[in-house]
């Protein structure tokens, strides 16, 4: 079975502090991991994926298999960063579907 | 390019009622997905259509069933609305047959009250 963690529901930072949104996965396998954003009144929507070792709008995350993690990090939050973060598991086997964390909601004040 | 359009935007219903909410996908994808969004619970898969069939099912019972028209469009019924099927109901698309590591484009949702 495959299940993602995230332990925080909420996390505020100041505008400029370091962001790290923590993501804990379970999965037999080599995952294929994602992490999606949901900004206010928008649709959900990839913000980025390991595989492409990208990193946008500052933000970044590593793969750590020994850890079975996949934080999300930006050095510098900005307020327009304020948004739903859900981080997301795929496996390789067959017809496997996408499975979601619960969600962790960034709040960045001025 | 039109994104993935979901209907109705609001359902309301009562106990025991049957719901049907639909979705288009964006142009030339073909795998429809449905997630549920309760409160408090995040999103949870229930459903998955490419090409016409269901490739993968959720942890739901079979009150919740759908299928795929030949133009990829999808619906969701619910049978047997319970008052805990009240949630966001999600539907993502992609371009290609899950292989691994392709995004979902997302639908607005369709708010599904039951009273």
């Known amino acids: 079975a495959q299940r993602v963690t995230q332990p925080e529901k909420l996390l505020s930072v100041f505008k400029g502090a370091p962001v790290e949104l923590k993501c804990n996965y379970s999965y037999s396998g080599s995952p294929e991991l994602f992490w999606y954003v949901q900004y206010s009144r928008q649709r959900l929507q990839l913000l980025l994926r390991h595989i492409s070792r990208e990193s946008i709008k500052g933000f970044t995350a590593d793969l750590n298999k020994g850890e079975t993690s996949f934080h999300l990090k930006k050095p510098f939050a900005q307020e327009e960063d304020s948004a739903m973060y859900y981080c997301?598991?795929?496996?390789?086997?067959?017809?496997?579907?996408?499975?979601f964390g619960k969600g962790t909601m960034l709040l960045v004040s001025p | 390019e039109a994104g993935v359009t979901q209907s109705p935007t609001h359902l309301i219903k009562t106990r025991g009622q049957q719901a049907t909410l639909r979705c288009s996908p964006i142009s030339g994808h073909t795998s429809v997905y449905w997630y549920q969004q309760a409160l408090g619970l995040g999103l949870q898969f229930l459903l998955w259509?490419?090409?016409?069939?269901?490739?993968n099912r959720g942890n739901f019972p079979p009150r919740f069933s759908g299928r795929q028209f030949p133009n990829y469009s999808s619906e969701l019924n619910v049978n047997a609305l319970e008052l805990e099927d009240s949630a966001l109901y999600l539907c993502?698309?992609?371009?290609?047959?899950?292989?691994?590591?392709?995004?979902?484009?997302f639908g607005s949702g369709t708010q599904l009250s039951v009273l």
């Open positions: 997301a598991l795929r496996g390789y086997s067959g017809y496997s579907t996408l499975t």
């Open positions: 993502a698309s992609s371009p290609n047959q899950g292989q691994g590591n392709e995004k979902l484009f």
């Open positions: 259509y490419d090409e016409g069939e269901e490739r």
